[in-house]
């Protein structure tokens, strides 16, 4: 397996552009998870989805941003209009979520994509 | 929420053992993991342990968990250059359904 696959590995926009960034998981995985890492806040939760459906996106940060699953092999994270302080490296991980209070739920990340909005 | 927390650096000599401890807040977590991110890279997982072992060894890495005060650590013996990385730990909080609770991360320097 190619394990999680992102692109772009890089984006530089200008403020106000709508910028798109695109997941596919592994497959046979059914949870979705998108990250956002900066060294002021490290690693944080924006988004997961449970069989395409959004679980919880308490972490995104605000309306500029939205996730979509169109299916089990797709995602796209979409900031519109783009700001300055977006500038991060944005992971996505999947993970096979099983049933039963000792699953293993481990979570296999991309490579991420480096995006600076100038 | 509260965080998991894990100290920011740790520099260690080669051939040293490295010792990376963390405080997660969930004693509820059934697995409690430990990930390696190398520059440029995404995060890998090193390795995991099961909320009802004490020890986890594999190979050079050992993982304690003290579930009492809610403490885990990794060492790492006869680190190498290769070693140097960040090291996060995460829980898998009840409450959170399947996401992870990840710390900032441990960045670990090697130094010949």
């Known amino acids: 397996d190619a394990g999680v696959i992102q692109s772009p590995r890089h984006e530089v926009t200008e403020m106000g552009q709508e910028v798109t960034l695109r997941c596919k998981p592994i497959?046979?995985?059914?949870?979705l998870f998108w990250y956002r890492q900066t060294m002021m806040r490290g690693l944080e939760l924006l988004i997961y989805?449970?069989?395409?459906?959004?679980?919880?996106d308490s972490g995104m940060p605000e309306d500029r941003f939205s996730a979509k699953m169109p299916n089990a092999s797709f995602s796209t994270l979409k900031i519109q209009p783009s700001e300055p302080r977006d500038s991060a490296v944005y992971f996505c991980?999947?993970?096979?979520?099983?049933?039963?209070?000792?699953?293993?739920?481990?979570?296999?990340f991309g490579p991420g994509t480096r995006l600076t909005v100038l | 929420g509260e965080d998991v927390e894990q100290s920011l650096f740790l520099s260690v000599r080669e051939g040293d053992s490295s010792v990376i401890n963390c405080t997660y807040t969930d004693s509820s977590s059934t697995y409690l993991y430990w990930y390696k991110q190398e520059p440029g890279a995404g995060l890998q997982l090193l390795t995991y342990i099961f909320s009802n072992m004490d020890m986890k060894q594999d190979q050079r890495l050992t993982v304690l968990l003290n579930k009492k005060d809610k403490h885990l650590s990794l060492r790492i013996a006869d680190t190498q250059t290769g070693d140097s990385a960040i090291y996060f730990c995460?829980?898998?909080?009840?409450?959170?359904?399947?996401?992870?609770?990840f710390g900032k991360g441990t960045s670990l320097l090697v130094t010949p």
């Open positions: 989805f449970n069989n395409n459906v959004p679980i919880d």
């Open positions: 497959s046979g995985h059914n949870s």
């Open positions: 995460a829980e898998s909080p009840s409450n959170s359904g399947y996401a992870l609770n």
């Open positions: 991980a999947s993970s096979l979520v099983r049933g039963g209070g000792t699953a293993n739920n481990e979570q296999f």
